[in-house]
């Protein structure tokens, strides 16, 4: 495995000629050379190198095109030392530089040993011993503010315990890939053991620190593909700033546990920073929903939908979030945690009664726009979903034969009695159903004749692997006409989701599909947008 987070504990970058003379020292490269034994800035770099080595250096210089890593040995005041060594080539310049790090702390026999010393295997990122060189040495070259971040999973025993350990596993590497996508190139995250993991933010004080782990926050909350369900996690973060928390390592490290343990008991799934008097500061992503929805930070979006004329004939509306501290959240991200916050019933709720207000709207100008509102599965179940929607329509008096409600299979997964019956009751009061996602869950197809379904969606996904026409690609559209002449058969209408291209238009339009959404043809905007795309209403004869 590489080591790239080595890149942030260099001890020393030289810039070098072709001949090896030394042009440029880094400064703490010159404290390096010099202190602590005494010794000179080296002159030219092959001079300092272990004879035995030299000619390892030079093929591997021939043989790689603008750089490559090896482990070297070389004198330094007087001691030889091993060192790892990146070199980048600088052609214009016909210069070098060279990137050193000491490991002669670390150089074993064997290079895999190494660099298991400072790794942890499961994931690769550093280790404890690796987080502790590097925090003492940003101490030793006065970087200051720097934060230390200790987090701790919620919820990670429930999911070794449930799925057993490989599952747990696999959850800590996902996670590992989540969160390094989020840190800076100057930051570290390292895994100290079991679910603990620390994020190092060079150059952040505690507030800097702390914003950023609102987005590590919601990264943890994505469900996590475990089988047979979903699993869902949090993240409980406790965070220490140097030197005002902590002057050094341990005492840090000491301070955001403490933090953490404070998150912990507050309710999991927030930051908290250490404070010496008074812990209170945190921030939690359900109070942000819950204040989200009261101070209007929630939101539609309508993304238009056509027959194969090319005829606006509806949307689907698309709930959105922008948050002051989180900026603009997808629902893809927020509506997991809603759910797993409790909040999805009353949520949902809100973006139905929005939507029907907005339909009435558009029924002013097109009488026969049809609205497509999603609802979740959570939603669903909850206790009277009928009754609110019903409440819904009577408060703003759409015409509900223009409302069309889009569930997905794992919705008609639940309670069957009680799905059927509230189906069957909103259906008779003309609210119509679609089949979100089509094909991407549950196999058994005797639902689709047996409950009150009027359309189903075909998910973007296979849309999108019919693939492009190209001279030596004949895009595959079976599966999709398949889907097509299946819901044909039993009397439902077919929309196309996620349809971007004139060839996936055509396709779909040659296989009989009858509606059609997709960037394409729009994608979603403010009401007041659509309502431009909207055929201007017809001047009455009379
Ligand atoms: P969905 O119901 O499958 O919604 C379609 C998603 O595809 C939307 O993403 C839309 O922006 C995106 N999309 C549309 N056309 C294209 C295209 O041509 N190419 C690509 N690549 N994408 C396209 P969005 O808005 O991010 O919503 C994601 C999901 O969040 C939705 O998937 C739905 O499951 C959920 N969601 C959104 N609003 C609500 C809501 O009000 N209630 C509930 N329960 N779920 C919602
Ligand atoms: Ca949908
Ligand atoms: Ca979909």
Redesign the pocket.
Known sequence: MSTPTLDRVLDAVLRVESNFDVRFISEPGQRWFTKPLGGALPQNFLAILHPDDVPAFRQALVAAHDGFSCDLRLLRGGTECWINLRSYSLPAAQQYVLCIVDISMWKTEDSALRHAALHDELTGLPNRAFLKKTVEQYIAEGKAPFSVALLDLDGFKKVNDTYGHAMGDAVLVETTKRLSKLIGPGDLMARLGGDEFVLLYDGKNAQGAQQALKNVLLAVARPYETAPHNAYLGVSIGVAEYPLHGDDYSLLLKNADTAMYYSKNAGKNRVTVFALTDVNVDFSIKAAIHNGIQEGEFFMEY?PQYDMQRTIIGA????RWTNRDLGRV???QF?PIVEDAGLMPFL?KW?LRYSCHQLKKFHALAPDFVLS????PV?FGSDHFDDQVLEVIAETGVDPSRLIL?ITESTLMGSQEKTERALARLREQGIRFSI??FGTGFSSLSYLTRLPVSSIKID?AFVAAMGEETPDHTPDKKLVKAMINLAHSIDLKVVA????TESQFAFLQAAGCNLI????LGR?MSAADLTHRLPAPKEDAA
């Open positions: 993304q689907e509306a698309l709930m997808g629902p893809d509506i949902g973006a509102v999603n609802v979740s939603q889009e979100d996602d973007k989701e996620g349809v971007e959404q997709g960037y394409l979603p």
